[in-house]
């Protein structure tokens, strides 16, 4: 049987297929051509914006075909996310990298060869290694291989922004599994870098899907950089209304700010190569998880990194070229929600952008480089929509403005600059092309340099027509013909100006150039404000977000992983009370429904209640209404799980038990709740006091409520949520 047909009888359509494992109504633009491209056995590359939803075009078509999955991702920290989201949608989901033991890789690699894993996230480096190799060939032999999916695909080109060799060498897949379909992904791709990812993986006639560029929910803004900046930037955080980025070119700056920041009570962790990995990691576990909320950092931070609900990205220095700014800014709003991005800008970061270019060992990539920092500059100095820089940065038009920029929304004044960009265009035509801006604006303004009259360009018809204008004017209008597409520049290394068909309609008269005249850089302005929720949403909203930091803390992965912001949202609006309701919000598949419906819907109806909103009464809640699982299913306890028994015996507490077996104390915890409710003899009045059990199995009568969430709101904060655990664990036990 193939794997289509296979597809075609578990699911009557990839809608019904989508909304069962990953809770989605419907695909994104572009999602379900990838995803039959990708059925029918053909290469695809797929260039989608950051939160575009790339990761579901491999992972659907992983669970329809048959065979295994190979994922490459570049970052240990992406690999965990990943598989931590798959498996808390119930998909057999694993990744081989350095942070497991060996005893966990060999049953890894057993589980692969049974076939119980259906994805598997692997590093460039382990994919092209000999052992590995061998690895792939037994499991194409025993459960069939169904698609490689090379994710941040930019990395294997020299033009890409974060070029990695390694990525080179994964050339070798085509070779040696010609049958299997490879899918390249990236959410940064210029037309070089596009081919070049072509050329470099061997593609074979694949679907090429870019989808656009825009982030409609992104506000970009460009702000001066002064002695009074930390002081903007600190309001910035304590108004963002959620996580921060805040990105420095240095680990001095670095450690600075984020100390500032801390010292000014704001949670705040700092992130660069200076520090143990050890620490980076901590660091940036915290920050994913919520336990802080900015994140200081170098542009070492960030990539892969799947964090949703990111509510500003803050550059404190400017960035180096567009492309990575895009690719760092693009953090914030993946979850669909507004989002700011802010530059602050100084001559002072460009000097120190230059020093660090010179350091280059490659004069040609010095050059590349100072050409993308110009680029830079140009938008940092612009005054036309900056949406529509940086998507005509990847080739692609926006006709409008986009009225979600500073520049846009706070706009200078406009001027007709129709006369002055005829001699512009026509000094460019008159050098013949071959020339940069500043020979241009050098010719225009009538200089008498050696290359000048070298060149005999003193004798052009246009030499010295633009006298009366600065150079600072000349280079105005020189950027804003670029980002009006009415001028073209090369992007090899070597700025050269080229005339295009918009350029020869404002020379001939049929068209006329508007320039928007700055009277300095603009300052900070608000973006436009979205419907503000009920104030009862946005109470509930709190208390979801809370229920969701609380579980995600007990599994030990990122909140996001439990629900996305927008799936919370959801619910603070339309407040689902049954398994029906909920099953209707973005994000709910039927693992999802079966893990956290109860405990979500529980928290609702109680929130409801205490405000006098509608109630739907448990008793009116049909039985085929009923959760999956609302009775706990008992799992017999483990080795591990006995482990701690026998140390409990021994008279250890459960905070000796943490430290000797150097884990969590929450994960001790669940060891004894497991242990519990299968019935096993723990003495419970050694974990939580008799007088505490007496007040939370009151709490658990009173309420009819088994939400750890609940019970601590009704007994007060001096009860942890261990003790609670544990309690409501006896007591489901009594009852049984």
């Known amino acids: 049987m193939t794997a289509a047909s296979t597809t075609a009888q578990a699911f009557p359509s990839l809608e019904k297929a989508l909304k069962h494992h990953f809770g989605y109504d419907e695909f994104r633009h572009g999602q379900r051509q990838v995803i039959e491209t990708i059925l029918k056995n053909r290469d695809a590359l797929v260039v989608m914006p950051t939160g575009g939803g790339k990761s579901l075009c491999y992972q659907l078509p992983a669970l329809l075909r048959l065979g295994l999955t190979v994922v490459v991702s570049p970052l240990i920290a992406l690999m965990q996310d990943q598989v931590d989201s798959l498996r808390d949608n119930g998909i057999a989901a694993s990744y081989l990298n350095s942070t497991l033991s060996w005893d966990q890789v060999r049953s890894q690699e057993a589980a692969l060869r049974s076939g119980e894993t259906r994805l598997l996230y692997v590093a460039p480096e382990r994919l092209v290694s000999p052992g590995f190799q061998q690895l792939l060939s037994e499991v194409s032999q025993s459960v069939g291989l169904a698609c490689f999916a090379i994710d941040e695909a930019h990395c294997v080109s020299e033009w890409g922004h974060d070029f990695r060799p390694e990525y080179r060498q994964l050339a070798t897949l085509r070779q040696r599994f010609p049958q299997i379909p490879i899918m390249a992904l990236t959410a940064t791709a210029t037309q070089r870098v596009r081919q070049d990812i072509l050329q470099q993986l ?22 001066p950089k002064d002695r009074r900046t930390y002081g903007t930037l600190l309001q910035q955080v304590k108004t963002s209304g959620g996580p921060c980025i805040v990105y420095c070119l240095s680990r001095k700056r670095v450690d600075e700010i984020a100390s500032r920041l801390q010292q000014d009570g704001i949670a705040a962790l700092p992130y660069h190569a200076g520090l143990s990995d050890t620490t980076r990691t901590e660091n940036q576990q915290r920050f994913i998880r919520d336990d802080v ?37 693009g953090r914030a709003g993946r979850d669909g929600e507004a989002a700011r991005c802010t530059v602050y800008y100084s001559y002072a970061d460009v000097a120190t952008i230059d020093y660090l270019i010179s350091q280059k060992p490659d004069e040609g990539e010095q050059r590349i480089a100072r050409q993308q920092l110009r680029q830079m500059i140009d938008y940092a100095e612009s005054t036309v929509c900056r949406r529509r820089i940086q998507l005509g940065y990847f080739g692609e038009d926006l006709p409008q403005p986009c009225d979600n920029c500073d520049n846009c929304l706070s706009p200078p004044p406009i001027e007709d600059w129709t006369v002055e960009a005829q001699k512009f265009l026509s000094c460019v035509a008159r050098c013949r092309e071959r020339f940069g801006m500043t020979h241009i604006i050098d010719v225009l303004r009538g200089s008498k340099k050696q290359k000048i009259l070298q060149l005999g360009h003193d004798r052009l018809s246009t030499h010295g027509i633009g006298k009366d204008r600065s150079v600072d004017e000349w280079r105005l209008l020189g950027r804003s013909l670029l980002h009006q597409r009415l001028l073209e520049e090369t992007t090899d290394g070597y700025p050269v100006l080229k005339l295009n068909a918009g350029s020869w309609q404002v020379m001939r008269g049929q068209l006329s150039v508007e320039v928007a005249i700055p009277e300095g850089l603009g300052q900070a302005t608000e973006s436009p404000a979205t419907a ?46 049954t398994p029906d309701a909920f099953a209707q919000i973005s994000g709910v598949g039927s693992r999802k429904l079966q893990q956290y419906g109860q405990i979500f819907t529980d928290e609702i109806r109680q929130f409801c209640q205490e405000n006098d909103l509608p109630v739907t009464d448990t008793a009116d809640i049909p039985v085929s209404e009923s959760f999956n699982g609302s009775r706990r299913r008992q799992r017999p306890p483990s080795e591990t799980h006995r482990v701690t028994l026998q140390m409990h015996q021994e008279g250890l507490s459960a905070d000796e038990i943490a430290q000797q077996r150097r884990v969590k104390l929450t994960t001790t915890v669940k060891h004894f709740e497991r242990l519990i409710l299968a019935g096993e003899a723990v003495e419970l009045d050694r974990l939580v006091s008799p007088e505490r059990q007496v007040v939370i199995r009151e709490a658990i009568e009173t309420l009819n409520n088994r939400s750890m969430y609940a019970i601590r709101e009704h007994i007060g904060l001096t009860y942890d949520y261990n003790e609670i655990r544990l309690v409501v664990a006896d007591w489901e036990r009594s009852q049984q």
């Open 202 to 223: 061997r593609l074979n006639d694949p679907l090429i899907h870019v989808a656009s560029f825009n982030r409609r929910n992104l506000y970009y803004e460009v702000v």
């Open 532 to 577: 503000p929720d009920s104030l009862e949403a946005a109470q509930l909203m709190v208390r979801l977000r809370s229920l969701r930091k609380r579980l995600a803390d007990e599994q030990g992965v990122p909140p996001y992983v439990v629900f996305a912001e927008s799936a919370l949202r959801q619910m603070a609006q339309q407040q689902p009370q």
């Open 293 to 329: 909320q900015v994140m200081v950092a170098t542009i070492a931070f960030g990539m892969g990194i799947n964090k949703p609900d990111v509510r500003r990205v803050i550059h404190h220095d400017l960035p180096r070229n567009l492309e990575s700014y895009y690719q760092e800014s």
